[in-house]
């Protein structure tokens, strides 16, 4: 093989058509390091140099090089199906997704050369013979050691035509596997660069984890108790005593604490490849994917080793441990948009595949921004939704993942770029008026979820809006399976609690698994995710402790963060100290409701994040679960946590599959069978038959006044006191093995003897029906 220079050195270039495209491109990125690749030249076996000299004479040097190598691999068509890098017959096929491209190359990357940005080899796609339809393919036999890969691409690069087309960037494949790039948490790549170059898994034979017959646990979601939390801040501050701490190992560690708790399932937050120093700040809830396939390698004890097999291998070990201890593994999923943000964003995958059919983009290739982040997933895209699906599948089979929260997840009922019924129905439908954005009744996407064979029975959650103003909580396309995070719930309890009039009726709903919001659509009380704090917003003892937020650590002048907190400010004072302690338990006390309830890490305990209620930007203590502070004499309030965790368990009428009719449910007031629907009405109670306990008496006093109840009448049986928020522990729980437990009830036995009970202020207390043995 030859390369000639033929350029002569007479002729003065002040930047090449090569330079000229980098110099665009990095207007249009500001502030992104933009180092190209350079192509290994170990192929060339002489390189003759042609030139011109001052007199015009034509004049060569040749070059002798090493004899050149047998080719490292065996060069054939390969297969369009399935996508991404797939070991069969002996070799590796590759399959991507590109529509408008004129080329491609495969790129090979040595871990040696991926560091200095060098493609050690280069296959390139013959549009006639590695192309079928829109799905470039190769299929390669021979040496992989020590290889990861790529793809480049050509075409135009048009931005105003949605088109990004750059035949020096190196793409990761969506469908990778696994990414190999940086192997530390919070380190820059070489020469301080935010962006170091990815690359991809190439699979082999050897890639095997022994799941010692793990199958899912398939719980009834009725029954499940969901823990939100963050894989490296569970176990990454010092106090865990982690030997593997900030992984996903380290949670493993922990798998027993949260045993302990009554938690069955946990929801973890995005574990997808992202880039927790994009723009040289810090993401640390990782709502910024990279690739849908991979997991978060920094987040394994191994980092990049076996060329990012190990982080594989340690979520699976993380999924199949929880299985054995009896708790499902949900994971937090960003479909709505991805980490290349807007026109001035990276180059690192889909836009440089096919920028057009991955994002939603107006006919002048602005980006539509529903997701608040600069790019919107183009999810009801043929191909996007496809690849959606295929990533659902793919964490379910090999993964082993038991159900999904999507995040934002009203982008996807959004109808595509270049939406048009010819597109979805096959024919043009009379009237049809949808434009890029809008809402979709019977969304693709969902409806291909909702009807997967292989995702059948997995667990789908909703965050049912998005930053764009579509509202859907209630009225999620549900096929009626899909659950909700509820946050209308959120609302009215935190109003309730907080003693503002006018939602005494609202609250009552919640408690009965908000009917008014899924009965009609023929869902079911489970369909409603159960929430006061997640990692968005207040902890449960912020929410008593602030009036507003307090985000200037953030450093964006408080200006970020939700406003509209409705949380309250209990104040310093030892009474005030009482009441911030009472409502506290007031709001951990939503768990026996109808529904399925859900909390965020720490709050077990306590955890403060000193009123900032947007912390995505920390890494430090501010996010990091406190093992130490669990510890303290505040885990009085763990004990509480976990004991009303194991009560929901234990009763059967909290994890109702239908919601509750009169003949098992009945609303009193401080008199029985006389509710306080009210607007200043500050107290709602109710009797609930269960077929364990029998029947549980629950009643909530959010007034500044206290109050003695008048209890219900049951001949023969009498009420003896279980929980109330309003009693110092250990006597705020009195379970069987409370120190003096049987002291404790007798010195209520001058008002339970009248049928009565006193409350305290901002109090609550359950109840629980039993024999009469005085007569």
Known sequence: MELQLLRPPSISYNCSPKLTLRYRKKKLNPGIPSKFFTISANKVSRLVI????????????????????????EVFSGYPTPFGATWRDGGVNFAVFSRNATSATLCLISLTDLPEKRVTEQISLSPHTNRTGDVWHVFLKGDFQDMVYGYCFDGSF????GLYFDSSKILLDPYAKAVVSRGEYGALGPGEDCWPQMAGLVPSTTDEFDWEGDLPLKFPQRNLVIYEMHVRGFTKHESSNSKFSGTYLGVVEKLDYLKKLGVNCIELMPCHEFNELEYYRMNFWGYSTINYFS???????????????????????????????????IMDVVFNHSAEGNENGPVLSFRGLDNSAFYMVAPKGEFYNYSGCGNTFNCNHPIVRQFILDCLRYWVTEMHIDGFRFDLASIMTRSSSLWDAVNVYGSAVEGETLTTGTPLSAPPLIDM????????????????????????????????IWSEWNGKYRDVVRQFIKGTDGFSGAFAGCLCGSPDSYQEGGRKPWNSINFVCAHDGFTLADLVTYNNKHNLANGEDNKDGENHNNSWNCGQAPIVQN???KDTKENYLMLPVLGVPMFYMGDEYGHTKGGNNNTYCHDNFINYFRWDKMEEA???????????????????????NDFPTAERLQWHGHAPGMPDWSETSRFVAFTLIDSVKGELYIAFNTSHVAVTVTLPERPGYRWEPLVDT?????????????PDREIAIRQYAHFLDGNLYPMLSYSSVILLLSPDETM
Not at 50 to 73: G, H
Request: hydrophobic letters at 35%.
């Open 158 to 161: 048009s931005p105003e035509d």
């Open 726 to 738: 309003g009693k110092t522990a250990p006597f705020d729980f009195l379970s069987d093995d409370t």
């Open 449 to 480: 979820i909702s009807n997967d064979p292989v995702l059948h029975g997995v667990k789908l959650i909703a965050e049912a809006w998005d930053c764009g103003g579509l509202y859907q909580v209630g009225m999620f396309p549900h096929w009626g």
């Open 634 to 656: 505040s885990s009085d309030f763990f004990r509480f946590c976990r004991l009303m965790t194991q009560f929901r368990h234990e009763c059967e009428s909290l994890g109702l």
């Open 50 to 73: 042609s030139s011109r000299n001052a007199s015009e004479t034509d004049t060569a040097v040749v070059v002798d090089k090493p004899p050149q190598l047998p080719p490292r691999f």
């Open 579 to 581: 009441r911030k302690e």
């Open 295 to 329: 997991p978060m390698a920094r987040y394994s004890f191994s980092g990049i080793a076996n060329y990012g097999l190990g982080a594989v291998n340690e979520f699976k070990h993380l999924v199949r441990e929880a299985h054995k201890r009896g708790i499902e593994v």
